[in-house]
């Protein structure tokens, strides 16, 4: 499934949006090749939120808060986990983790990531929630995990109290 099947709007002129040189630059500083659903994500919508909740990173050196940047996010993850703030179960182990290639955050906390070492085009996608939520798998690529925040699933992925997030994306300027 592309992620132009998942039924995206965008509220504005996309912003930030890379250049492959930008793309071969993430790839060579995570050592990990970007999956092919999110490279045509970033190369189509650019630097935007999506449902007012959740922030892609994108790779390009433009921006402050790119995956490169991001990837602090992992580390971040491995101490919540040590705090008993976030929990491995269901789907999670600390070796996975210590892989994890994060991609994006929510304004509440809630991080995506794929496993670094996936050899997977677009390899599964994984959420790691804060109160007990743990470590679940979202979907495959990039467009099952849009289509896992913007369903029912919503609630077992990002907590009981969301419902489907709406698959509208709104650009972020380089100033924020």
């Given at each position: 499934?592309?992620v132009?099947d998942v039924g995206?709007?965008?509220?504005?002129?996309p912003v930030c949006?890379?250049?492959?040189a930008?793309?071969s630059?993430?790839?060579?500083?995570?050592?990990?090749?970007?999956?092919d659903?999110?490279?045509?994500?970033?190369s189509?919508?650019?630097?935007?939120?999506?449902?007012d909740?959740v922030?892609?990173?994108?790779p390009?050196?433009?921006v402050p808060?790119?995956?490169v940047?991001?990837?602090?996010?992992?580390?971040a993850?491995?101490?919540?986990?040590?705090?008993?703030i976030?929990?491995?179960e269901?789907d999670?182990?600390?070796?996975?983790v210590?892989?994890?290639?994060?991609?994006g955050?929510?304004?509440n906390g809630?991080?995506?990531?794929?496993d670094?070492a996936?050899q997977?085009?677009?390899p599964?996608?994984y959420?790691v929630g804060?109160?007990a939520?743990?470590?679940?798998?979202v979907?495959?690529?990039?467009s099952?995990?849009v289509?896992?925040?913007?369903?029912q699933?919503?609630r077992q992925l990002?907590?009981?109290g969301?419902?489907?997030?709406h698959?509208?994306l709104k650009?972020l300027?380089?100033r924020e």
């Amino acid at each position: 499934m592309l992620v132009a099947d998942v039924g995206l709007s965008i509220d504005g002129a996309p912003v930030c949006v890379p250049a492959q040189a930008d793309v071969s630059w993430a790839e060579s500083r995570l050592g990990f090749s970007l999956p092919d659903s999110y490279v045509e994500y970033v190369s189509t919508w650019g630097r935007a939120v999506l449902s007012d909740l959740v922030y892609v990173f994108v790779p390009t050196r433009a921006v402050p808060d790119n995956i490169v940047v991001g990837q602090s996010q992992r580390q971040a993850t491995l101490s919540d986990i040590d705090a008993g703030i976030a929990e491995l179960e269901p789907d999670g182990s600390v070796d996975l983790v210590e892989r994890f290639v994060m991609f994006g955050i929510s304004f509440n906390g809630h991080r995506f990531a794929w496993d670094g070492a996936s050899q997977a085009d677009d390899p599964v996608v994984y959420v790691v929630g804060e109160n007990a939520l743990g470590v679940r798998s979202v979907g495959v690529g990039f467009s099952g995990f849009v289509n896992g925040v913007c369903t029912q699933a919503s609630r077992q992925l990002l907590g009981p109290g969301y419902g489907p997030l709406h698959p509208q994306l709104k650009p972020l300027p380089m100033r924020e």
